[in-house]
């Protein structure tokens, strides 16, 4: 089995009663089936309190006003306290990590929700390098399409290496992923996976050497110039965009009326007081960082989901999932700093990405109506993402 993390994963440290944000309010925490069996013959005092603080039904944990049964005053967990570590559920032991799994491979990444772990993830200057290790044991999937996950595997490659050019403007680089992964479904929708190598060839751009990178810079940059809108413009694409929460489940008892708020602060007030805001945001104070933010989600987001097109072939869905998610953000945190009286810090959004993930990246209903508008939503078609990105 190969293990891959990215290079600040061992950095994470949780800071348990001083987190703001715990992870243990706000959302079901799910049991596993080997912990509630541990917990059903849990004895004594505290396993009666086990049994009465658990919906067995729904095998989570019962909440009171938003918070786990067994988070205590200090914001640390009784089960841990009272009975040690070895007796948490999976959920409570791997949070923040993500694991997504493949044959012969398990990716392992911290997840934007812990917003200890966001400060990692946006706060890095260097570009994410990924670090793997093998340990010799081997598991079957079964049916698994070991051809196609070898392609989108070279597909991710490139697209980080591309996202982390910092020689090309980041829009710039957003797209060209978009319009990889749209060449790469095409393909495997043709039956024509076979020319996948040749296809990463010409966006690499590595023939000939430097000339056929700069042949394909240069057609980008043509191509592009034809989807950049004005600010004002703008207004209607995202405003469409940002429509889709609400759409999606609830999680946090405070997401509704923060996404709402982002909305009227937003859209509210027409295209020219938009395209103003969005002109002053771009050339505020964290106008220098956003670039490097941009660069950093869109990584996250692909190394996380991209190869999971493995199971339903659909590699342009991905990464459209994304770009948006990334304009997404970026539109929360431009709300944000205009509520804020147009300030903007590095931690203010890692606040807005944090909060967008845990109400996002935890819920199948959400993660799976997201992939849906991807599919089929006119409101993230190619053009509309580019467009967005572009302006």
Not at 226 to 239: Q, S
Not at 266 to 279: I, P, S, V
Request: proline letters at 3%; aromatic letters at 12%; hydrophobic letters at 40%.
């Amino acid at each position: 089995m190969i293990y891959t993390i990215p290079h600040y994963y061992k950095q994470f440290r949780c800071i348990a009663s001083g987190c703001p944000d715990t992870c243990c309010a706000g959302w079901a925490i799910m049991i596993d089936r080997k912990a509630l069996e541990n917990y059903r013959h849990m004895e004594g005092p505290f396993g009666n309190r086990l049994h009465n603080s658990i919906d067995w039904k729904e095998s989570s944990f019962r909440q009171y006003e938003g918070r786990c049964a067994f988070l205590n005053e200090d914001n640390l967990c009784d089960i841990y306290a009272e009975t040690g570590p070895e007796n948490l559920c999976r959920t409570c032991r791997t949070y923040p990590r993500h694991i997504e799994e493949f044959e012969g491979c398990r990716e392992i990444s911290l997840c934007m929700s812990c917003i200890e772990a966001a400060k990692l993830i946006l706060g890095s200057e260097e570009p994410v390098r990924f670090i793997t290790k093998e340990d010799g044991k081997e598991e079957s999937y079964g049916d698994f399409d070991f051809f196609l996950y070898t392609k989108l595997m070279d597909t991710r490659e490139l697209a980080m290496s591309m996202l982390q050019d910092r020689s090309m403007d980041i829009s710039m680089r957003i797209s060209m992923c978009l319009a990889l992964a749209h060449d790469l479904e095409r393909r495997i929708r043709l039956g024509r996976l076979f020319e996948a190598d040749a296809l990463l060839t010409r966006y690499a751009g590595s023939r000939d050497g430097g000339r056929a990178k700069q042949e394909r810079d240069g057609f980008f940059r043509r191509k592009l110039a034809d989807y950049r809108i004005t600010p004002g413009a703008r207004h209607g694409v995202m405003k469409e965009m940002f429509g889709i929460f609400a759409d999606l489940e609830v999680l946090g008892q405070d997401w509704p009326d923060f996404a709402s708020r982002a909305d009227r602060v937003l859209y509210a007030e027409g295209e020219t007081a938009y395209g103003d805001m969005r002109t002053a945001f771009l050339d505020g104070p964290a106008a220098g960082r956003l670039p490097l933010w941009r660069e950093q989600l869109m990584v996250y987001f692909v190394f996380t989901y991209f190869c999971g097109a493995v199971y339903n072939n659909s590699p342009f869905r991905k990464m459209k999932m994304a770009a948006a998610s990334t304009l997404l953000i970026e539109e929360l945190a431009m709300a944000a700093w205009q509520q804020h009286g147009r300030q903007m810090g590095f931690l203010d959004f890692v606040d807005v990405a944090h909060r967008f993930s845990r109400e996002v990246e935890h819920s199948d209903i959400n993660k799976g109506c997201l992939e849906e508008r991807m599919a089929k939503g006119k409101a993230f078609s190619l053009e509309r993402l580019l467009n967005a990105v572009n302006s």
